[in-house]
C-alpha cells in the first residue's frame, strides 16, 4: 500500500471531492446525527471537502476519511468528518448506508457509503487501534494496560443519536464522533479523568482515535476563546494544563502535551448485560399506569424508587471525583448575573425558533432572574451536562454514566465550562418529568411517579455528598427551566410529536407549581 502521508489532502478540488461534496449535501440531512435539521442546503455549494484522508485508497473495499463543511442557509458552517466506504458492487447488507456513486479517474463507477457500517473496515479501523498506528495526522492511542482481541465482529448500534456507536463482539463499543470540533472531546476528557480516579461508576475507556489537523489546516474558521472553566488554577496533583499528572496505571492522559487534536473516535468496554435507565424508568411508568388510579407509585409494583436512590449515590460519586481530578471554581454573585442574563438570552433564541416558548417568555425570564437574589459564592465543577436517563447503566454491580459529551448543539467552551453539579441534577429531574408523561398516561400519576423518583434520587445524592440538591432551590430549578427550553428546541427539531412533553413542563415551571 502506498504511504498515507502521500494521500492527505487539505483542500481538494479534485472532481471527485466536488462530486463527493453534492452526495453529502444530500445524505447528510437525512442522518438522525446530522445537526443543521431544517435549513435547506444548496446542492452544489453547501458542503466543501475540507480534507480527504486515502486510508485504503488501491482497495476494495477502499476507504476515506472526510472532513466537510456544511453551510445551511442562514445558519453558521457546521464541520462533520465521515468515514466513507467504497466498493465496486454493493452488498444488499449496506445499502441503507449507501450515499451515491462516484466515478473514479478511469471512469470505473464506485458505491460510496458510510464505512462504519461495513465490519471490513470498521475492523480495519479497530487494528489499527491494537497496533497503537499514526497514520499521517492519524492517530491510534490504546491506554496502557488494555488489550483487544482480534476478529470481534462490528455492528452498529441502531437508535444512534448524536453520534455513531459501533460495538466490537461483545466486548468494546467505539463512538464515532460525527461533529469536527477543535479541542479534546468533553467525553474523553472526563471518561479519562474518573478512569484516573479509579472510578467504577463509568465503562472503562480502552482508547481513542484523533486527529492532528488544526482547524486552520482545514481552511475553517476557529471557533472563540479557550474555554472558561478550562484549567488555570492548578496543585501539586495536575501538570502545567492542569490536567491530573499520570500516576502508575492512569490513563498517562496527563502526560498528554502539544496541541489540541480533534477527537475523532473514543473507544471503550461494552457492557453487554447493562440496561440503561430511560427503559428501566419506562417499564416502572408502565407498571403505575396499570394500577387503579390513585395507585402510589411506591405501591404500583414496579417501583424506580430504589434504583432512583442508587442513581444518586452514583452521581454524587461521580461529581465527587470530577471534582478530585479537575480544577474546580466558584460562582460569585456577579457571575450568577451573567449566567441569569445568558439564560435569558437563550430563552429568546429558543423562542425565536419554537414560536410555543413564545407565552412564557416574561414568566420564565422573572424566574431566571432570580438567580441574581443569591448572594452567596456557588462551587464549580466540571460536570456532566447532559445528565438524563438515556445516559446511565444499570449493570449487575451497580449504576454507570455514559456520554460525558454535554449538550451536542451547544459550542465545546460551554461543554467544557465549569458549572454548578445541581445543572446535572436538573438535567435528571427533567429526564424523570420526560420518563413519567411520555406514555401519556394520568398527569397526577405522572406527577407522582416523577416527584418521588427525583425525591429518591435527592436523597441518594445527599447520602454520599452530605448535602441535598433540593436545599438549592432556586438554582435547580433556573438549571431545570434552561433545559427544558434546550429540549424544545431539540424536540421541534428532532422528534416534533414529544415537543409537549417539554412544553408541558415549560408551563408547570412558569406557573410554580405542580399540575
Ligand atoms: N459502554 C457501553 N456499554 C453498553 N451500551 C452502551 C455503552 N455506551 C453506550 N451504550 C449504549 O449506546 C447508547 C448511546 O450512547 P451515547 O454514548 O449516549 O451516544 P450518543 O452521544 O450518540 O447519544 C446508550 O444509550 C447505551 O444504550
Ligand atoms: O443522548 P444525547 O447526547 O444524544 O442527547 C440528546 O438526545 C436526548 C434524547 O435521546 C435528549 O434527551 C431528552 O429526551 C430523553 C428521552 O429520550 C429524556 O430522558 C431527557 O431528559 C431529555 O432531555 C437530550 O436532551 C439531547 O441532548
Not at 504511504?3 to 438522525?32: E, F, M, N, T, Y
Not at 448506508?97 to 462516484?102: L, N, Q, T
Not at 499521517?136 to 462490528?154: A, K, Q, T, V
Amino acid at each position: 500500500m502506498t504511504s498515507i502521508v502521500d494521500h492527505v489532502h487539505l483542500a481538494p478540488a479534485s472532481g471527485l471531492d466536488a462530486r463527493l461534496a453534492r452526495l453529502l449535501a444530500d445524505w447528510l440531512p437525512r442522518q438522525r446525527w446530522y445537526g443543521g435539521k431544517g435549513a435547506r442546503i444548496d446542492v452544489d455549494s453547501g458542503v466543501r471537502v475540507l480534507a480527504r484522508l486515502d486510508l485504503l485508497p488501491d482497495r476494495d473495499p477502499g476507504l476515506a476519511m472526510v472532513v466537510v463543511e456544511v453551510r445551511p442557509d442562514g445558519r453558521e458552517p457546521e464541520r462533520y468528518q465521515v468515514f466513507i466506504g467504497a466498493r465496486r458492487e454493493l452488498p444488499d447488507r449496506l445499502a441503507h448506508a449507501e450515499i451515491g456513486s462516484v466515478r473514479d479517474e478511469h471512469g470505473a463507477a464506485w458505491h460510496c457509503y458510510d464505512g462504519l457500517h461495513d465490519p471490513e473496515l470498521a475492523g480495519w479501523l479497530l487494528e489499527r487501534l491494537a497496533a497503537g498506528e499514526v497514520i499521517g495526522p492519524l492517530r491510534f492511542h490504546m491506554l496502557p494496560g488494555r488489550r483487544i482481541d482480534e476478529g470481534l465482529r462490528s455492528l452498529v448500534l441502531t437508535g444512534e443519536q448524536s453520534n455513531t456507536s459501533v460495538i466490537f463482539g461483545d466486548k468494546l463499543i467505539a463512538k464515532f464522533l460525527r461533529r469536527t470540533v477543535a479541542g479534546v472531546n468533553p467525553d474523553l476528557e472526563l471518561s479519562l479523568a474518573l478512569a484516573d480516579s479509579g472510578s467504577r461508576n463509568i465503562p472503562q475507556p480502552v482508547g481513542w482515535i484523533d486527529l492532528t489537523l488544526s482547524l486552520e489546516d482545514l481552511g475553517a474558521t476557529r471557533p472563540g476563546p479557550a474555554p472558561r472553566g478550562a484549567p488555570d488554577d492548578h496543585d501539586d496533583a495536575r501538570d502545567e494544563n492542569g490536567r491530573p499528572r499520570a500516576g502508575e496505571g492512569s490513563t498517562g492522559y496527563g502526560d498528554y502535551g502539544g496541541p489540541e487534536p480533534i477527537t475523532v473516535a473514543t473507544v471503550s468496554e461494552f457492557l453487554p448485560t447493562a440496561t440503561d435507565g430511560w427503559l428501566l424508568a419506562q417499564t416502572s411508568v408502565r407498571d403505575l399506569y396499570a394500577q387503579p388510579p390513585g395507585t402510589s407509585p411506591k405501591a404500583a409494583g414496579g417501583d424506580f424508587g430504589p434504583e432512583a436512590r442508587r442513581l444518586g449515590k452514583a452521581t454524587a460519586r461521580v461529581h465527587h471525583d470530577l471534582a478530585t481530578m479537575l480544577p474546580t471554581g466558584r460562582m460569585e454573585p456577579d457571575e450568577l448575573e451573567r449566567v441569569a442574563e445568558a439564560m435569558i438570552a437563550h430563552l429568546h433564541h429558543a423562542a425565536g425558533r419554537v414560536a410555543e416558548l413564545e407565552p412564557y417568555v416574561p414568566a420564565l425570564s422573572g424566574i431566571l432572574r432570580r438567580l441574581t437574589t443569591i448572594d452567596e459564592p456557588i462551587p464549580t465543577q466540571r460536570v456532566h451536562g447532559d445528565f438524563h436517563l438515556g445516559q446511565v447503566m444499570r449493570t449487575v454491580h451497580g449504576w454507570v454514566l455514559l456520554d460525558f459529551e454535554g449538550e451536542p448543539s451547544r459550542s465545546l467552551e460551554e461543554r467544557r465550562a465549569m458549572a454548578p453539579a445541581v445543572k446535572d441534577v436538573a438535567g435528571m429531574a427533567r429526564s424523570f418529568d420526560y420518563a413519567a408523561h411520555h406514555l401519556g398516561g394520568d398527569p397526577a400519576a405522572a406527577q407522582a411517579w416523577a416527584e418521588r423518583n427525583f425525591n429518591s434520587f435527592c436523597k441518594g445524592y445527599a447520602s454520599v455528598n452530605g448535602h441535598d440538591p433540593r436545599e438549592q432551590d432556586t438554582l435547580l430549578k433556573c438549571y431545570e427551566i434552561d433545559k427544558a427550553i434546550y429540549e424544545a428546541v431539540y424536540e421541534a427539531a428532532n422528534r416534533p410529536t414529544w415537543l409537549h412533553i417539554p412544553l408541558g413542563a415549560i408551563r408547570r415551571l412558569a406557573a410554580g407549581q405542580a399540575e
